[in-house]
């Protein structure tokens, strides 16, 4: 923590907050029954790997100046923002229409295509 | 900067690093959040500390120099999409649905899932050497041009001496996917989520009397409420 | 010259017509009419049509100036013709004879030499199958008179027996119940009517004939040989559902065959040794250049057409001594010179005789079996199951004489001793056929025995050198034959049985056939007035009886043949007048039959008479010589006029010229014989049928070793059952054994054996192939039913699946390649 303070916040910290909120994510997902819910989880994982994207195209994290994608990732973190927004937009829609038909957003009860 | 400077017995401070400090704020507030979207059973809680992880996220693009990046995130993330999840969160808001609970057993599974995935993302961030070492601490050039220049084919960070003679292709065709995938989805989007027409009984005896022998009647029976067709 | 152009068409069309008839009546054979009524019409004018364009041919031929040879009984011109035989034809026609350039490949072709010409003849080919220097197959044309009068004799019985048929075979045009075929449930059998079938086969069968009149070469002979010979199984065995006509049908079939296997090596014999089969003098189309026939090369024109030994057969005989002139390593060319320079010394020394001999032997062979001479004539007599109709034609004008007419076509290529061997074959022929006929009870029976008698006649006399004999005989056989078979068929028709004893008094009745048939016995037996008149029979018995005795005069040690000719003159008249006085005369012996009997219908009385016309006058010498006699005369084979005397592979035999039978001696000899022993066969059966003054079965009682002999008609079928059909029977019998015991076995522990193994195949397959398959697939299903639980839908579970599998990955990954990421 003091090494970070003291200036030498490196790619890997950056990492490690993307892990942390790809993980939440994922547990979000596994882990709500409202449908809503899921879907925050996948915003969130969305959003570690975001942060993992920026943090590999920032030259400014660079330990040697050069980034490891430069202007790439920026870039892919801008497409992943777009997907994620068209996403949520479609996955919302199911939802509602789940909502409709079954009057429920409990996702345990959407089994039945169930093996 | 050299932090080789800069020892632990120097003044907090004096020496504070402004940039390692924020980092660790908003980090910290990612983080938090993000945990207690996780932990939180009510889905309008969630929603709210997902709107924190989210700026604090865009905060952390800004201190990595994506500040176009950043504020896509507030804009688009914060601004956009979660206010598309309100309204979900509000069209379903329903006393019981609000807070669902998930069993025991599943929460400790999960946590236990997460711990080790934890583990290894950790052990991957930290197991190449070079990304451990921190930056120059240089100033970068703002990136909103290089940005908009790339999507639209041109790329002015790589107008260099063999490139020019080879140069990269920018995100023209990519950029124009995405846009037309954009406006697919959100017609796709209205149609999916379009007001419905309640269905008349008449046409659903007669769906139930033809599917009588399928499994699906039940599902054709208990939902009244499935479109007859377009309107 | 016109008629060298006309005459193939005019005969051409005249041949293929009966074949249109034939195509067309099988394709649509069932739709003319009810029953194939219209087949009738339709055949009946197809040969109408064929018998008008003959008769046309025959005026042609006639008008068309061919020399007219002196009439027979005057013998001052007979001398004329002795020494000097194409004397006056050759001024009167002027011989056309077509240069090599002039390339007409298919163009006539009129054969005849500059001086001697004794003969005139056109051939030609229409199409030529195939053809190379050394062989060449094609359809082509020989003819001369003989080829017209053939065709009018042909086409002219043939349209009479056509209309009679269509009246006798009327039971065919509904369903027929055959009594004679008994049905395994013992009800007669019951089949639909082959009117048509009739008349197709009808047609087949005369353009058949026609084919073999009009033959240019061997080949074409040989292919129409074989077709008479299977149209002749499809009449015999018309009725073919009785097992008596199936089996007359195939006897008849496979004693033919004996006969063409011999005709087969005679074929051979002629085209390894000679390289072609035409008669005539063609154009061969490959080389453009003028090939000499059969006849130019046996008898060449620069020899004087006296018979000699080809060159060709020389040199095929010679193969020795050309091996031994070839030692010698001489140059191709040189060998030939050589060769060519030694044959006139190796045919004085006999060289190629014997092929000449074998290559005639052979023909006559195939003759042998289509006309019935001993000792193949057994499947004549029996081909009488067929329809009356087909008796008459094939016994009169078509497949048996076909037989005859080859040897005369032939006759310029046969050397005395194979004509000797034909005149003996004749005569014994017709001793052996007349004495049968004597104790035949059965109508039909009686004139098939005749008829081969009447063909011994001919055979010998072509065999004695009575070229114009044995064929004007062929000519007058024909019309009286086949008025006498339909006579019979009338007869039975009205009586419905074959069985004279059942017969009798039918004169009342019956007075057109009577009378006809009368016509048509003293036709057969040469009645007339002596030296003035009379039935066609006794112009042609007399020539035959004239050179007969000629030639028992010249060859003493031969006079046998004379006695034979004579004798038989005598049995034909007993046994044609034992016929017609059991079956017309006397009071009738079964008057059930006589009471059913009546005249037939005028369809069927009609051809009768107009058969019973010809009967009469076929032998009259017309003036202006146009007789059948003196129209044969134009045609008689260049070099045969004069008498030979050879020294030959069966002694010395002198063949005497026909002209000389005609000389007054001779003549008055013969005709005062066949008219003194027909009388007394006459009187004779008159004595014992027609005034019972002699019991016919006190004779036959009195000998009956003999009378028992004949009965079983000197026991051929049955020497030939001993000799032939038994031991094939038996060695098939033996290879049947062979099969059954020993291969049969042999392939059924073959089979047993695969059986076995196929079975532990089959076990293995069940047990094992099977089982693993099955258990595949039921581990796959049950893995299937179980995995189907891990499918819950429930969406969060998937998401822990996907951790649990990323989180393994990424362990295993690690643990496994901490190399490559440690780097």
């Given at each position: 923590m003091t090494f970070v303070l003291c200036g030498v916040v490196s790619v890997s910290h950056y990492l490690v907050v993307g892990a942390v909120l790809f993980t939440c994510g994922v547990v979000c997902m596994a882990l709500k029954r409202n449908a809503l819910g899921v879907l925050m989880g996948i915003e969130l994982v969305l959003n570690g790997a975001n942060i993992n994207f920026v943090a590999f195209g920032s030259e400014y994290l660079a330990g040697d100046g050069r980034s490891v994608l430069g202007l790439d990732g920026e870039v892919m973190a801008l497409f992943v923002i777009l997907l994620a927004a068209a996403e949520a937009a479609v996955a919302l829609a199911i939802t509602l229409n789940f909502y409709n038909n079954h009057a429920t957003v409990d996702v345990d009860r959407a089994d039945d295509l169930h093996g | 900067m050299n932090h080789e400077a800069f020892g632990l017995s120097t003044n907090l401070f004096a020496f504070l690093d402004w940039h390692g400090f924020f980092f660790l704020l908003f980090a910290g507030v990612a983080?938090?959040?993000?945990?207690m979207v996780v932990l939180s059973d009510n889905v309008v809680r969630m929603a709210l500390h997902l709107v924190l992880s989210l700026g604090a996220t865009a905060g952390l693009f800004f201190l990595a120099g994506a500040e176009f990046v950043g504020a896509m995130q507030l804009m688009i993330y914060v601004g956009g999409t979660l206010v598309l999840l309100v309204f979900g969160v509000m069209l379903t808001a329903q006393t019981q649905l609000v807070a669902l609970r998930t069993p025991a057993g599943d929460r400790v599974?999960?946590?236990?899932?997460?711990?080790?995935?934890?583990?290894?993302?950790?052990?991957?961030?930290?197991?190449?050497?070079?990304?451990?070492?921190?930056?120059?601490?240089?100033?970068?050039?703002?990136?909103?041009?290089?940005?908009?220049?790339?999507?639209?084919?041109?790329?002015?960070?790589?107008?260099?001496?063999?490139?020019?003679?080879?140069?990269?292709?920018?995100?023209?065709?990519?950029?124009?996917?995405?846009?037309?995938?954009?406006?697919?989805?959100?017609?796709?989007?209205?149609?999916?989520?379009?007001?419905?027409?309640?269905?008349v009984p008449r046409s659903v005896d007669l769906v139930a009397s033809a599917d009588s022998t399928k499994p699906m009647s039940s599902v054709a029976a208990s939902s009244t409420l499935v479109a007859g067709g377009p309107k | 010259m016109a008629a060298a152009q006309l005459l193939p068409i005019l005969l051409g069309i005249a041949w293929l017509i009966p074949l249109a008839s034939f195509v067309a009546i099988l394709f649509f054979g069932t739709r003319m009419g009810a029953h194939g009524k219209g087949a009738a019409?339709?055949?009946?004018?197809?040969?109408?049509?064929?018998?008008?364009?003959?008769?046309?041919?025959?005026?042609?031929?006639?008008?068309?100036?061919?020399?007219?040879?002196?009439?027979?009984?005057?013998?001052?011109?007979?001398?004329?013709?002795?020494?000097?035989?194409?004397?006056?034809?050759?001024?009167?026609?002027?011989?056309?004879?077509?240069?090599?350039?002039?390339?007409?490949?298919?163009?006539?072709?009129?054969?005849?030499?500059?001086?001697?010409?004794?003969?005139?003849?056109?051939?030609?080919?229409?199409?030529?199958?195939?053809?190379?220097?050394?062989?060449?197959?094609?359809?082509?044309?020989?003819?001369?008179?003989?080829?017209?009068?053939?065709?009018?004799?042909?086409?002219?019985?043939?349209?009479?027996?056509?209309?009679?048929?269509?009246?006798y075979m009327h039971d065919e045009l509904h369903d027929v119940t055959d009594s004679e075929v008994q049905l395994a449930t013992g009800e007669p059998l019951h089949r639909e009517g082959r009117f048509h079938r009739f008349f197709q086969a009808l047609s087949l069968f005369c353009f058949s004939m026609l084919g073999i009149v009009i033959a240019g070469n061997l080949a074409m002979v040989f292919i129409f040989w074989e077709l008479v010979g299977i149209c002749s199984w499809f009449l015999i065995g018309f009725y073919f559902e009785r097992h008596s006509a199936s089996t007359?049908?195939?006897?008849?079939?496979?004693?033919?065959?004996?006969?063409?296997?011999?005709?087969?090596?005679?074929?051979?014999?002629?085209?390894?040794?000679?390289?072609?089969?035409?008669?005539?003098?063609?154009?061969?189309?490959?080389?453009?250049?003028?090939?000499?026939?059969?006849?130019?090369?046996?008898?060449?024109?620069?020899?004087?057409?006296e018979q000699q030994v080809p060159d060709g057969l020389v040199v095929f005989a010679a193969a020795d001594q050309i091996e031994k002139m070839a030692a010698g390593n001489p140059s191709r060319s040189e060998l030939r010179r050589e060769v060519a320079a030694a044959v006139p010394g190796w045919r004085e020394q006999g060289y190629g005789r014997w092929l000449l001999f074998v290559a005639g032997l052979g023909i006559f062979c195939g003759c042998v079996g289509k006309s019935a001479q001993v000792p193949l004539f057994v499947w004549l007599p029996d081909a009488m199951e067929g329809p009356t109709p087909v008796s008459a034609l094939v016994h009169s004008a078509t497949m048996v004489a076909a037989g005859v007419y080859l040897v005369?076509?032939?006759?310029?290529?046969?050397?005395?001793?194979?004509?000797?061997?034909?005149?003996?074959?004749?005569?014994?022929?017709?001793?052996?056929?007349?004495?049968?006929?004597?104790?035949?009870?059965?109508?039909?029976?009686?004139?098939?025995?005749?008829?081969?008698?009447?063909?011994?006649?001919?055979?010998?006399?072509?065999?004695?050198?009575?070229?114009?004999?044995?064929?004007?005989?062929?000519?007058?056989?024909?019309?009286?034959?086949?008025?006498?078979?339909?006579?019979?068929?009338?007869?039975?028709?009205?009586?419905?049985?074959n069985d004279m004893r059942k017969m009798g008094g039918l004169l009342k009745v019956m007075p057109y056939t009577a009378w006809t048939m009368l016509i048509g016995c003293l036709a057969i037996i040469g009645a007339g007035v002596p030296f003035v008149l009379g039935f066609s029979g006794y112009y042609s018995k007399d020539a035959i009886l004239a050179q007969a005795l000629l030639f028992s005069r010249t060859n003493p040690q031969h006079s046998v043949l004379y006695v034979a000719v004579a004798g038989g003159a005598f049995i034909t008249a007993f046994y044609m007048f034992r016929l017609w006085f059991m079956t017309f005369a006397g009071s009738p012996r079964d008057q059930h039959v006589f009471e059913h009997a009546h005249e037939s219908p005028r369809v069927m009385t009609a051809p009768l008479v107009a058969l019973a016309v010809f009967a009469v006058v076929a032998g009259w010498a017309l003036p202006g010589g146009l007789g059948?006699?003196?129209?044969?005369?134009?045609?008689?084979?260049?070099?045969?006029?004069?008498?030979?005397?050879?020294?030959?592979?069966?002694?010395?035999?002198?063949?005497?010229?026909?002209?000389?039978?005609?000389?007054?001696?001779?003549?008055?000899t013969a005709t005062l014989t066949a008219f003194l022993t027909a009388l007394a066969g006459v009187l004779l059966a008159a004595a014992m049928y027609l005034k019972p003054l002699v019991s016919p079965?006190?004779?036959?009682?009195?000998a009956r070793p003999i009378y028992t002999f004949l009965v079983h008609r000197w026991y051929v079928d049955e020497l030939y059952n001993v000799l032939f059909v038994l031991p094939t029977l038996g060695v098939a019998r033996f290879i049947s054994a062979i099969d059954t015991q020993v291969i049969d076995r042999l392939i059924n522990s073959l089979a047993w054996t695969a059986r076995q193994i196929a079975s532990v195949d089959a076990w293995f397959d069940r047990v094992v192939v099977d089982g693993i398959v099955n258990v595949a697939g039921s581990v796959t299903w049950k893995a299937g039913l179980e995995l189907k639980r891990v499918q819950t839908g429930n969406l969060r579970q998937y998401v822990m699946f996907i951790v649990v599998g990323t989180v393994a990955i990424f362990v295993l990954a690690t643990l496994l390649f901490r190399t490559s990421f440690a780097g």
């Open positions: - | 983080c938090v959040a993000a945990v599974i999960a946590g236990i899932l997460a711990a080790s995935l934890l583990a290894v993302l950790v052990q991957a961030a930290f197991s190449i050497e070079s990304w451990q070492k921190s930056g120059q601490g240089v100033a970068t050039a703002p990136t909103a041009t290089p940005l908009g220049m790339a999507l639209v084919g041109v790329r002015v960070d790589q107008v260099e001496e063999e490139n020019l003679v080879r140069p990269k292709s920018g995100y023209l065709l990519p950029f124009e996917i995405v846009s037309v995938h954009l406006l697919v989805v959100l017609v796709g989007a209205a149609y999916l989520a379009r007001a419905k027409r309640r269905r | 019409t339709v055949a009946t004018s197809a040969i109408g049509a064929s018998l008008f364009l003959s008769l046309v041919a025959l005026v042609a031929w006639t008008m068309a100036g061919h020399p007219v040879p002196s009439p027979h009984h005057d013998e001052g011109h007979a001398s004329v013709m002795k020494t000097d035989a194409g004397q006056s034809s050759g001024s009167v026609q002027p011989v056309a004879f077509r240069s090599p350039g002039l390339s007409d490949a298919e163009g006539s072709h009129v054969s005849g030499h500059e001086e001697h010409v004794s003969s005139i003849s056109y051939s030609g080919d229409w199409y030529t199958l195939y053809a190379s220097r050394s062989l060449r197959l094609s359809i082509g044309w020989y003819i001369d008179s003989l080829t017209v009068l053939m065709f009018v004799v042909v086409t002219f019985i043939a349209t009479c027996i056509h209309i009679y048929a269509a009246g007359a049908a195939n006897k008849a079939f496979i004693v033919n065959r004996v006969g063409d296997f011999g005709m087969l090596i005679g074929l051979m014999a002629l085209w390894g040794g000679l390289g072609t089969l035409h008669f005539g003098d063609s154009v061969n189309s490959a080389t453009d250049q003028v090939e000499p026939g059969l006849f130019e090369l046996v008898r060449p024109a620069e020899n004087h057409h005369g076509r032939f006759f310029p290529v046969l050397t005395p001793d194979v004509l000797l061997v034909i005149a003996y074959t004749g005569g014994v022929t017709l001793f052996i056929a007349a004495t049968i006929a004597i104790t035949a009870t059965d109508i039909k029976r009686v004139l098939a025995y005749s008829t081969v008698s009447q063909l011994g006649y001919m055979m010998l006399a072509l065999g004695v050198g009575g070229w114009v004999a044995g064929l004007f005989h062929l000519i007058t056989h024909a019309f009286f034959k086949s008025l006498l078979f339909l006579c019979s068929g009338s007869v039975i028709h009205a009586c419905h049985t059948v006699e003196s129209l044969l005369e134009q045609s008689r084979p260049a070099g045969t006029a004069e008498a030979i005397t050879t020294a030959g592979i069966l002694g010395n035999i002198t063949l005497p010229a026909e002209h000389e039978s005609h000389v007054g001696a001779i003549h008055v079965v006190a004779v036959a009682h009195a």
